[in-house]
C-alpha cells in the first residue's frame, strides 16, 4: 500500500474502488498505479526489488514525523504514508526529493520507476499493454503496430522527413 501511494503520489489516478485508501484519487484516469508501477518496482531488470521493504519502512517513518510535525493524527488502520492525505504526501514527497535531503538518490529513483510504468509499460510487452488499454501509453497516444505487427509511421512527427535513409537499407529498415 505505501509503495502505490508512493507512485500516487507521482502520478495520480483515479480510485479503484470506492475504499481505495493508496490511490488519492485527485486525478481522472489511470496514474502509476494503474499502469504497474508496483510491478515496474518488483522486476528484477530494475533492481529495485531488494531494496522495497526497506523503502516502504523508511517512507512510513517520515510520514510519522511528518505527522508529528504537523500534529495530525492519522489513521492506524493503514500504513502512515498511506493515512497522510494527499496534499501531505505532495508535501512530505517534496521534502524528500529536495536537493538537499540526504536520502534524495532513493526516492527520485522510487519516483522515476514510478513515470516508467506510465510512459513506457516496461513491464509488459507494448503490443500487450496496448492490447489491454494501458492507461499511459493510452494518454500519451502511442500507436499500435500495423495488423502484421510492425510499426510504421506514415506521417512524420515533425511533418517532414528529417534523414534520408542510408542506400544499402533493406526494405524491412534494417541496415545491410
Do not use: C
Request: negative net charge; without cysteine.
Amino acid at each position: 500500500m505505501t509503495l502505490e501511494a508512493f507512485a500516487d503520489t507521482i502520478l495520480p489516478g483515479e480510485k479503484r474502488s470506492p475504499d481505495d485508501r493508496s490511490v488519492a484519487g485527485v486525478s481522472a484516469g489511470g496514474g502509476a498505479v494503474a499502469s504497474g508501477a508496483v510491478d515496474v518496482l518488483r522486476t528484477p531488470e530494475g533492481g529495485m526489488a531488494p531494496a522495497l521493504d526497506g523503502l516502504a519502512e523508511a517512507l512510513n517513518g517520515h510520514a510519522r514525523r511528518y505527522a508529528e510535525e504537523h500534529r495530525l493524527t492519522p489513521d492506524a488502520d493503514v500504513p502512515p504514508f498511506v493515512a497522510l492525505a494527499y496534499p501531505d504526501r505532495v508535501a512530505l514527497l517534496q521534502e524528500l526529493t529536495g536537493a538537499d535531503h540526504p536520502e534524495r538518490e532513493a526516492w527520485v529513483s522510487l519516483a522515476m520507476f514510478s513515470t516508467i510504468a506510465f510512459d513506457a509499460a516496461a513491464h509488459l510487452h507494448t503490443t500487450d499493454a496496448l492490447a489491454a488499454g494501458h492507461p499511459g501509453l493510452a494518454t500519451l497516444g502511442y500507436y499500435p503496430p500495423d495488423r502484421d505487427g510492425i510499426w510504421r509511421f506514415p506521417e512524420y512527427s515533425y511533418g517532414r522527413v528529417l534523414a534520408r535513409p542510408h542506400p544499402d537499407t533493406t526494405p524491412s529498415g534494417s541496415p545491410a
